[in-house]
């Protein structure tokens, strides 16, 4: 008979033992995360709820984020909030996020699948400024690119912006751009109202759409693409020639444009 002293080892399980430290960083990072999405702050309860776990269980995890500087208790209240250290992750990501460089797939994407012709522009000092252009094998005569300044009131870009970047500087951009306007292209607009209605009609679509307005023969659509903050941070266009390009709110293309440019809000952080 074999002695205690002499029984084999029993052997490890580097495999199992290496899934239970996946699955616990898994639940520990779903205990953060829903943290996050509380606001920042939550009880344990709510927290609990919202990631679908027992109080008990949480209450380990939340314990060990504490450790680690990641999660804070408030005493007074006894709820628990983002620490210092996923403040500092959080402000290292932030300024990691570049709307430019996040756009610059989902250009591609539009180019390669619709063939058209699009780009990502920001709002700078004069207004609607490219900031990256793509086009397909064959492209559409346009007189714009990288650092062109798009119309306010008359591109699908100036008007995505228009509508849904609360700044004062961009109604302000829009307002000289309508006094300084011909009679003919004031007649394009809406007669009483033609600022406000622009933007209430970008804001009910989400998007902007111009035929034959900025560019005579040419039909734009375009999306905003939100940041972490829920702000408009840059607008993708898509644009072609009237006669081939599709620019109805629930087309293809507008479709499109506004998937693509959520996505690159997704790589900034946005939620919306």
Known sequence: MTSPAEAPPVPSSPPRERRQRVQSAETGMAVLKGLAHLGGRSSLTALATHVGESPAKVHRYLASLMEESLVRQDTASQHYYLGPEAIQIGLAAMRQADPIRAA??????????????????????????IVRFEEPGLPVTVNVRAGSVMSMLWSATGRAFLGLLDESRVVALAEQELA????????????????????REVQQAHCAIVKDTYLRGISAVAAPVYDYAGRVCAVITALGATGGFDPSIDGPIAIAVRREAKAAGALLGATA
């Open 180 to 199: 300084e306007a011909t009679a003919d292209m004031r007649a394009l607009l809406d007669a009483a109202d033609p600022i406000g209605t622009l933007r």
């Open 104 to 129: 610059e797939p989902c250009l591609i994407r539009l180019r390669e699948s619709l063939e058209v012709t699009c780009f990502v522009a920001v709002m700078g000092n004069k207004g609607p400024t």
